[in-house]
């Protein structure tokens, strides 16, 4: 069992829908996750993180957490066709980064 | 601030030869990483140094060697390049406390071993 998993996608919306992506991670110890966005052949950037269980919201995107299932999320409202990208979660206080999901949104 | 400067931006070898790929941040922090980056499997950490002088294996760190020369710099070197080393690494530093793990990713270098 991989530590991160997330699946590949592509996940494809419609604009102006909610898109959302999950990722599961193995280490019921993990305490802080991210997300990272990376458009194609460009560097990974950060677009959110979360410690606590529970939701956090960041203009349109929100992270959840729910550490009893091992489970963080992002959804992202409104989405837009320049969301278009391929989304990490990362459980840093392993170092550890899923293999992301491709997130296609089409006018 | 440049914030992560990696160099070179592209590079090529042949089977067996070496190179050195440069890494230098501008933001005081106290740790960085190298990353590979493959189709299909993600950001895999080779190495890191979580402060001046000191250095850790990653995930992958197999035909890898790194160097911490000082607070600002981190080199990563093959020694002898192999096929199995084209990828696209990633070098990335962040403030470096336990839960505030947020990394700071240099343009990435995209290597090609033929």
């Known amino acids: 069992q991989k530590e991160v998993e997330q699946n590949s996608g592509p996940l494809s919306v419609p604009e102006g829908a909610i898109a959302s992506l999950n990722c599961t991670y193995s280490d019921r110890g993990s305490q802080s996750f991210f997300w990272y966005r990376q458009y194609s052949g460009k560097s990974p950037e950060l677009i959110m993180f979360?410690?606590?269980?529970g939701d956090k919201e960041d203009g349109r995107f929100t992270a959840q957490l729910n550490k009893a299932s091992q489970y963080v999320s992002l959804l992202i409202r409104d989405s837009q066709p320049s969301d278009s990208a391929t989304y990490l979660c990362?459980?840093?206080?392993?170092?550890?980064f899923g293999t992301g999901t491709r997130l296609q949104v089409f006018p | 601030n440049a914030g992560v400067t990696q160099t070179p931006k592209f590079q090529v070898l042949k089977t067996g030869q070496s190179m050195t790929l440069q890494c230098a941040q501008d933001?005081?922090?106290?740790?960085m990483y190298w990353y590979r980056q493959d189709p299909g499997m993600g950001l895999r950490l080779i190495y890191y140094?979580?402060?001046?002088?000191?250095?850790d294996k990653g995930e992958v760190p197999n035909g890898y060697n790194v160097s911490r020369l000082n607070k600002r710099e981190f080199s990563l070197r093959l020694e002898s390049a192999a096929p199995s080393q084209t990828s696209v690494y990633f070098c990335a530093s962040s403030d470096g406390t336990a839960s505030n793990e947020k990394l700071f990713f240099g343009s990435g270098t995209q290597l090609s071993v033929l």
């Open positions: 979360i410690y606590s269980n």
């Open positions: 140094s979580a402060s001046e002088g000191t250095t």
């Open positions: 990362a459980v840093t206080d392993k170092l550890i």
């Open positions: 933001m005081n922090h106290n740790s």
